[in-house]
């Protein structure tokens, strides 16, 4: 989800950020009934050009009467993208936004000076069996984009540009790559794609981005003689010619990246800021709770709770 559910101390801030690590496996968490996988941000790998927050979500089940319940929580300086390919999720923010998230479509929700938003999955979808399948990614904000207004844009699926030939199909969530533009306005260079390979078919990274990562959903993938599997984030060297090449089952591989990030970032639950003082006020202002005059707002339709911030 796109709340930090838990406060990782491994998760690196400001100057403690290390090396590049050209091989990322995503680390599983237990959220109570379905698990999710956590790529980014690692150790040794703070972001992905702007792509600072990266999650799996499931393959889940879930029975009737259950599902995720994310009570309103706020975010400032990111902006941040659910991409489904199982279930939906029903979105609420202070900006009185009501939508449900689908499969394939994109869900772009800018924090800037900050946002609350709920997800949820409730309703009629409760009143029988039903699947969740997604990933849940977080853009940090430029340090000219960080005090910008928060806003909410949903495209949908048949709005993406798609791409088909020589065994694989790829649509594009954000940003530009193979000569194509995704419609959602970003204002700062980054790319995300949602490409589906045919067995041994062979696609070459976009060369237009310094940053570039690949994430293994399903299947395995082949660079260079080395092979990759599920749950697998590759981070590319900027400049070198990459191309991905299917296994014999096929593979379906996010692919992003963009512009190297001006500065690293500090992460404390769920806020992104160049410094620890913008931290420090949302933090403040969060936890002050004037819903009415102050910083952050509930969603207008779901205001009956929220999420208390961290005492650490």
């Avoid at 009467?65 to 902006?79: E, F, K, T």
């Amino acid at each position: 989800m796109s709340w930090n559910p838990a406060l990782d101390p491994s998760i690196p801030i400001g100057d403690a950020v290390d090396a590049i690590e050209t091989v990322i496996v995503a680390r599983a968490r237990d959220l109570g009934g379905f698990e999710v996988r956590r790529a980014l941000p690692a150790a040794k790998r703070q972001m992905v050009g702007p792509f600072i927050f990266f999650d799996q979500m499931g393959p889940a089940e879930f029975l009737t009467d259950q599902g995720i319940d994310v009570r309103p929580h706020p975010h400032i300086g990111l902006g941040t993208v659910t991409y489904l390919m199982k279930g939906r999720i029903h979105h609420r923010d202070s900006l009185g936004t009501d939508q449900w998230i689908e499969p394939g479509a994109v869900n772009w929700m800018l924090a800037g000076q900050g946002i609350t938003h709920s997800e949820r999955q409730d309703g009629a979808q409760r009143l029988g069996p039903h699947s969740l399948f997604g990933l849940q990614t977080w853009l940090a904000l430029p340090k000219s984009r960080e005090d910008d207004p928060a806003a909410f844009l949903h495209t949908t699926k048949d709005s993406l540009p798609l791409l088909e030939g020589e065994g694989k199909t790829l649509r594009l969530i954000l940003g530009t790559a193979y000569g194509e533009s995704a419609p959602v306005p970003l204002g700062f260079e980054a790319f995300y794609a949602d490409a589906t390979l045919a067995p041994h078919a062979s696609l070459p990274m976009p060369d237009n981005h310094e940053d570039r990562g690949a994430y293994v959903l399903q299947g395995e993938v082949t660079i260079a003689g080395q092979t990759f599997g599920t749950g697998q984030m590759l981070v590319f060297r900027p400049g070198d010619q990459i191309s991905l090449k299917a296994g014999a089952q096929g593979a379906r591989v996010m692919l992003l990246g963009g512009a190297t990030m001006d500065g690293p970032r500090h992460i404390w639950w769920n806020f992104v800021a160049s410094s620890r003082e913008r931290i420090d006020a949302a933090r403040e202002a969060w936890r002050a709770g004037d819903w009415a005059h102050g910083r952050f707002h509930l969603p207008p339709n779901d205001a009956a709770e929220f999420i208390p911030a961290p005492d650490r």
